[in-house]
């Protein structure tokens, strides 16, 4: 089975330009969330879909960051403009839909390690 | 506030047993998740508890007291290729994993 598909696994890019970054998620999965995590820390939900539509994005800097999820399977992260504080890795995972008395896990692709200059 | 708490950094040697402890205070919870980062790489599923006790995968062990709201992942038989950083997450009321900062496990020879 394929795991979680993601691009690129770099990125240098100077403040205040664009940047896009794509996932790919496990076939069937229905849920999928993106991921920053800074160097030293753990993951921070950016936002999460349930198919094509947002469950929770209380946490995603609207102002710069968005998301989308066409058609309910890959999903593409945008940042416009980027900041020096975006340095980070962005990490997709995919899970089936979470409810209770199942296991719920998550699985990550490799991340998009972001370097701002 | 949602808080999970776990140690920063940890040293270990080769061969012996080492216990990341975890405190967490959550809205709810939906289990407790640990899971293995390398440098450089996503983090991989390590252990899963919903209910009171211990959980034995190997040489990996997880425990789990709801009412101490506490964890620990244990590893025995240390290998150098279980250095890496240590996550815990709980899945809160709404489903959603709450991260700690991860424990950074150094295995010395």
């Known amino acids: 089975e394929a795991g979680v598909a993601q691009s690129p696994r770099y990125k240098i890019i100077e403040k205040r330009q664009s940047v896009a970054f794509w996932c790919n998620p496990i076939?069937?999965?229905?849920?999928l969330y993106w991921y920053q995590q800074i160097l030293g820390q753990g993951p921070k939900l950016l936002i999460q879909f349930q198919n094509n539509g947002v469950v929770d994005d209380s946490q995603l800097p609207k102002d710069r960051f968005s998301a989308e999820r066409l058609k309910g399977v890959d999903s593409t992260l945008k940042i416009q403009p980027a900041k020096l504080e975006d340095s980070a890795v962005y990490l997709c995972?995919?899970?089936?839909?979470?409810?209770?008395?199942?296991?719920?896990?998550?699985?990550f692709g490799p991340g998009t390690r972001l370097t701002v200059l | 506030g949602q808080n999970i708490d776990q140690p920063t950094e940890m040293t270990a040697t080769e061969g012996a047993i080492v216990q990341i402890n975890c405190t967490y205070q959550?809205?709810?919870?939906?289990?407790l998740f640990w899971y293995q980062q390398h440098a450089g790489e996503a983090p991989t599923f390590l252990s899963y508890n919903v209910l009171d006790g211990l959980e034995e995968k190997g040489r990996f062990s997880s425990f789990l007291s709801r009412s101490k709201g506490y964890s620990y992942l244990l590893l025995k038989e240390l290998q150098m290729k279980d250095s890496a950083s240590y996550l815990c997450a709980v899945m809160d009321s709404n489903y959603q994993l709450i991260w700690g900062a991860g424990t950074k496990l150094i295995i010395k020879p």
């Open positions: 995972a995919s899970s089936t839909p979470p409810r209770g008395g199942t296991l719920n896990e998550q699985f």
């Open positions: 959550t809205s709810g919870f939906n289990g």
């Open positions: 076939s069937g999965h229905a849920t």
